[in-house]
């Protein structure tokens, strides 16, 4: 697809510019496009008339027709109907099948970058989010009780892609990295057992049924946590 204008005024000259932005992110049709997302250069432009750089961002949706991922990013991204529109024409069919479409594809929406990236992390790796956030509300109890932890401020908590667990000389086949981030630019590591993963899976799985809950774009702790309570 191709790119469309935006603009934006440049931080240093204060002059408006018109830049090249990517509505839709089809990283199957056009893969050189993760690269720069992961990178950031996908959002980094600079102004013409004083060559100063400046990250602009702005919404978007990625799709990844392989491991059937949709995910839409940006400060509106909870608007589905605008996200299945951007679909429906970017796949040009006339005989697109929404139900069929939801039960084959994960479907997100998020703003913020690092949630996009752990999604993609995640969904890649064929690991289910709803899961993963119910494990990190557990690992963040667990930590309050800890001597390592007790004492830190917790800031976040994220997902971590084996290639990462490995270049750490953490990984095994049978564990799930998390990465607790801490104020003072500290981060600890720790593990979740794919057995574990599995029965907290059916848990979600059984809540879900039992509530008869539709499957929302925005999973994240809020979501887990009000699952919890109804």
């Not at 997302?37 to 004083?50: A, K, N, T």
Request: with cysteine.
């Amino acid at each position: 697809m191709n790119p469309e204008k935006i603009k934006y005024t440049c931080p240093a000259c204060k002059k408006e510019v018109e830049v090249e932005a990517f509505s839709n992110i089809n990283v199957t049709l056009n893969p050189e496009l993760k690269e720069k997302l992961f990178s950031g250069e996908l959002f980094v432009h600079e102004c013409p008339y004083c060559q100063a750089k400046s990250q602009v961002m702005y919404s978007f949706i990625y799709h990844d027709m392989v491991n059937k991922i949709l995910i839409s990013f940006g400060d509106e991204a909870e608007h589905v109907e605008e996200l299945i529109q951007n679909l429906q024409s970017e796949l040009s069919e006339e005989d697109f099948d929404l139900k069929q479409f939801m039960q084959e594809y994960r479907v997100r929406s998020v703003k913020n970058i690092n949630d996009l990236f752990e999604k993609i992390y995640l969904f890649e790796a064929e690991l289910d989010d709803r899961v993963i956030e119910l494990c990190k509300l557990l690992i963040l109890d667990n930590a309050k009780e800890e001597d390592l932890l007790k004492d830190e401020k917790i800031l976040d908590i994220r997902y971590l892609p084996k290639e990462i667990m490995q270049s750490k000389g953490n990984i095994t086949d049978d564990i799930i990295g998390m990465n607790i981030y801490c104020e003072g630019d500290k981060a600890f590591i720790r593990t979740i057992e794919i057995p574990f993963y599995d029965q907290t899976k059916n848990q979600i799985i059984d809540l879900v049924r039992e509530k008869n809950l539709m499957d929302d774009l925005v999973i994240d702790q809020s979501w887990v946590e009000k699952i919890l309570l109804k």
